[in-house]
């Protein structure tokens, strides 16, 4: 697999490849993925109403996913969740941003803790060495779902006045209209320093 690196600043500008980020083991049927780098425990994320978390996911191989699941750790009746893919914006200029929507999920119940799958409506294909943005958007305000720690993320981009991490880029926008064909159209669109709600992603 092939990740883009880009050298920013002064002349001669390049593009790099970086090797093996998520997935480096082979995957077999009935094995799960997620945007997890390293196997440090679990956090919590409290839901947001309309907000949508996404990190990037880029797999060392070529498969297909037959769902996705969310973990619920205080369930909130009648509320909702969904796991949405975007591509990358894949260019020199914008590299490094979620773009087209690719992949939004039926929605789930976090009416009842623990897991809950939603099967996709075809089978999705992940492209090795591909980036994918992968995210959860809820309609929840109450509701915690198990989440990436920062620790376990990429680093995406750095703050520029203390280099601190960023391990997320995320946005908010209502719930019912369903996921935005791009990801610019959610408002309030920034990176973030935070835990990313676990979307496992099922074989």
Wanted: charged share 5%; hydrophobic share 40%.
């Amino acid at each position: 697999m092939s990740v883009r690196i880009y050298k920013i600043g002064g002349s001669g500008a390049t593009t790099g490849v970086l090797k093996g980020v998520h997935s480096v083991v082979n995957l077999e049927s009935g094995q799960a993925s997620s945007q997890c780098i390293n196997s440090s425990a679990l956090t919590t994320l409290t839901c947001v109403n309309g907000g949508v978390v996404c990190a990037p996911y880029i797999p060392n191989q070529t498969f297909e996913a037959d769902s996705f699941s969310i973990f619920v750790n205080t369930a909130e009746a009648g509320k909702l969740a969904r796991v949405v893919v975007y591509s990358d914006t894949n260019t020199l200029a914008s590299a490094g941003l979620p773009d087209v929507l690719l992949l939004s999920t039926a929605n789930m119940s976090l009416s009842a803790t623990g897991k809950v799958t939603s099967n996709t409506a075809i089978k999705f294909p992940f492209t090795a060495g591909t980036t994918y943005w992968i995210g959860v958007q809820t309609n929840a305000t109450t509701a915690i779902l198990s989440a990436i720690p920062v620790g376990n993320l990429l680093c995406i981009a750095n703050k520029a006045t203390d280099a601190t991490p960023l391990s997320v880029y995320n946005g908010i926008g209502t719930f019912s209209a369903g996921a935005q064909a791009t990801f610019s159209s959610y408002t309030s669109l920034a990176y973030n320093t935070t835990a990313m709600q676990l979307a496992m992603i099922n074989l």
